[in-house]
C-alpha cells in the first residue's frame, strides 16, 4: 500500500521547504529526523556528517583540534550553504550559537526543538562519552544545558519534549504539527 504524500500545511513549510530540528547533543535529532524523513516522504541531512564529509574526519577529531570559536563558525558556514528543498536537516547541538545559521534555517522552514530532559541527557552521554561537542574547557555539560536551552528555544518554532518514547512517536507529532491549520 502506498504511503499518500506528505502535504504540509501551507503556513508551516511551503512546498519547497524544509524542517530543521535543534536540540541538545544526545538529544536524538538524527534518529527522530530519519523517522521524519521516513514518514513524511522527504530526505534527511545530518549536518555533523556533512562536516565530517567535508573535513574527511570524525567530529570529534574536528571538535579537538578547534577552539569552540573556530568550531561553531565552521558548523555555521556549512549551514549556510545548505541549498536544499523539502528535507529534514538535524542539526548539531551548538548550531544555535550562529544567528545567520538560524536565520537561515529559518529561510528554509520551521526549526523543530528536540527538548529532553537534563537526566536523559547525562545518561547518554554517560553511555557514548566519546561524543563530540562544542564546550569551552572546564565546561561541563549542565552549564551547556542550561546555556542552550535558552537558544534552542529562542529559535523554535514548535517544541517537542522528548527522552523516553520511541523516535518514530516523536516524528508523528511533528508531522501532525507541520500538516495542521494554524
Request: glycine share 10%; aromatic share 8%.
Amino acid at each position: 500500500m502506498d504511503t499518500p504524500e506528505f502535504v504540509p500545511h501551507p503556513g508551516r513549510v511551503g512546498p519547497q521547504g524544509c524542517v530543521s530540528i535543534v536540540g541538545m547533543a544526545a538529544a536524538g535529532k538524527t534518529t527522530i529526523g530519519r523517522e521524519l524523513a521516513a514518514l513524511i516522504g522527504w530526505p534527511q541531512i545530518d549536518t555533523d556528517n556533512l562536516i565530517e564529509a567535508t573535513y574527511g574526519a570524525r567530529l570529534q577529531c574536528i571538535t579537538q583540534k578547534l577552539d569552540k570559536e573556530g568550531f561553531l563558525d565552521l558548523e555555521g558556514e556549512i549551514i549556510r550553504r545548505l541549498n536544499v528543498r523539502r528535507c529534514v536537516i538535524s542539526t548539531g547541538g551548538s548550531a544555535v550559537y550562529r544567528d545567520l545559521a538560524i536565520q537561515h534555517l529559518k529561510s528554509l522552514g520551521p526549526i523543530i526543538y528536540i527538548c529532553v530532559p537534563l537526566p536523559i541527557i547525562l545518561e547518554r552521554f554517560a553511555r557514548k562519552p566519546d561524543r563530540g561537542m562544542a564546550m569551552n574547557p572546564g565546561q561541563t555539560i549542565e552549564e551547556l544545558y542550561a546555556e542552550r536551552a535558552r537558544l534552542y528555544e529562542a529559535a523554535a518554532d514548535f517544541t517537542s519534549f522528548g527522552g523516553t518514547a520511541p523516535a518514530s512517536e516523536y516524528a508523528r507529532d511533528i508531522a501532525r504539527w507541520l500538516a495542521m491549520e494554524i
